[in-house]
């Protein structure tokens, strides 16, 4: 059981230049998420999804845009990367969020540096 | 809206120290409190949670009660090991009621020298 994968690990990316961090995860869930960690600045929420066909932006959508074509998949898309954009970004799932006792599952993370 | 304060850290124990590491919380209404624990190149995992007041959340060694007096979910150890080095983050969820976002405090960062 693989739970939530990211790829790539690790990326430098040129100004201007666009990219799409890949997520997938295999429990079924219904709820994906994409965090951004800034280090002292905790997790900040860029996009989420309550199903396929189905998105909203976060706290901080700007410069970032997503899909969800199928339940398993959740790409993050970054069009004109940007030196504010460097950062680690995370994928998270969960079954649903209508509990609120709901536990969210980590992918191990994308580090992204843009120069 | 909803927030979540923890100390940055680092916090610098030695092995077998106790720790404590606090957390606060402001929402309305009778949220979930959760604390993930991050190891160094792994993403974030869930180490306890508690979702009504007075619950004790209990996972490897760690404890930590949901206060609803004091807004508090402080996070404790009796014996850490040096293998319990890693970001703790303290993270809210609002009470039922359509989607609402979880929020995570800033992590507190924990190393244990032997």
């Known amino acids: 059981n693989a739970g939530v994968t990211q790829t790539p690990k690790f990326r430098i990316l040129k100004i201007g230049q666009s990219m799409t961090l890949q997520c997938t995860q295999d429990m079924n869930h219904n709820y994906m998420y994409w965090y951004r960690q800034d280090p002292g600045m905790g997790l900040k929420l860029i996009y989420y999804s309550v199903g396929a066909g189905i998105t909203d932006k976060g706290e901080v959508p700007n410069g970032y845009n997503v899909s969800r074509s199928t339940t398993e998949d959740f790409p993050l898309r970054l069009e004109l990367a940007a030196p504010s954009q460097t950062s680690v970004y995370f994928c998270?799932?969960?079954?649903?969020?209508?509990?609120?006792?709901?536990?969210?599952?980590f992918g191990p993370g994308t580090r992204l540096l843009v120069l | 809206g909803n927030s979540v304060t923890q100390m940055e850290g680092p916090v610098t124990l030695s092995e077998e120290a106790f720790l404590t590491i606090n957390c606060t919380y402001t929402a309305t209404g009778y949220p979930s409190l959760f604390w993930y624990v991050q190891y160094p190149g792994e993403g974030l995992q869930l180490l306890l949670k508690?979702?009504?007041?007075?619950d004790k959340g209990s996972n490897k060694g760690f404890e930590a009660t949901y206060r609803k007096e004091t807004t508090s979910f402080h996070l404790e150890k009796g014996s850490v090991q040096v293998s319990d080095s890693a970001v703790y983050f303290c993270?809210?969820?609002?009470?039922?009621?359509?989607?609402?976002?979880?929020?995570f405090g800033i992590g507190t960062k924990l190393q244990v020298i032997p």
């Open positions: 998270a799932s969960s079954h649903s969020q209508g509990a609120a006792q709901e536990t969210q599952y």
């Open positions: 993270a809210l969820s609002p009470a039922p009621g359509g989607y609402q976002k979880v929020t």
């Open positions: 508690a979702t009504k007041a007075d």
